[in-house]
């Protein structure tokens, strides 16, 4: 059942990034200033390689007391996701196989460079009907 619509055309291109080698502070830091819920990560090359959410703070850091960890530490991996010609229906699905919330979104030339980020909130708020899918992963989790 597609929807006809494509990630890439509701992907968000604008994305905030962070050094691997940044504290969870300067994270936390980072996504209240951008009111952002994941963040870029990249390492010493510039390269993205990994994301960190909200919920690796709150699961990996808080949770644990790991207060000293560096984002390279707790940061999610490897990268999920998908092209941005795949419809919004893959991409539930695969949110709901993988159990995340969040998948990239690979393009340019070689079409493994990350183009954006699409979110199961970007989703439901386009096509309500495919909740369903993402919630797969909470009755895998259960």
């Known amino acids: 059942m597609d929807t006809g619509i494509k ?13 691997d080698d940044a504290s969870i502070f300067e994270a936390a830091e980072r996504m209240t200033k951008n009111d952002v819920g ?6 010493s090359r510039g390269k993205i390689y990994a994301l960190l959410t909200d919920e690796d703070l709150v699961r990996k850091v808080l949770s644990k007391k790991k207060l000293d960890a560096a984002v390279k530490d707790v940061a999610s991996k490897p990268l999920i996701g998908l092209g941005p010609e795949s419809d919004l229906t893959d991409a539930a699905r695969l949110m709901g ?7 990239v979104v690979f393009g340019g030339r070689d079409g493994n460079e990350v183009a954006g980020i699409i979110s199961a909130r970007d989703i439901v708020d386009l096509s309500p009907s495919l909740y369903d899918l993402i919630a ?3 009755r895998i989790r259960a």
């Open 7 to 19: 990630v890439g055309d509701c992907m968000k291109t604008e994305l905030v990034t962070i050094a």
């Open 38 to 43: 994941c963040l870029v990560v990249t390492n």
């Open 97 to 103: 196989q993988k159990r995340v919330k969040r998948l």
């Open 136 to 138: 797969e992963r909470e």
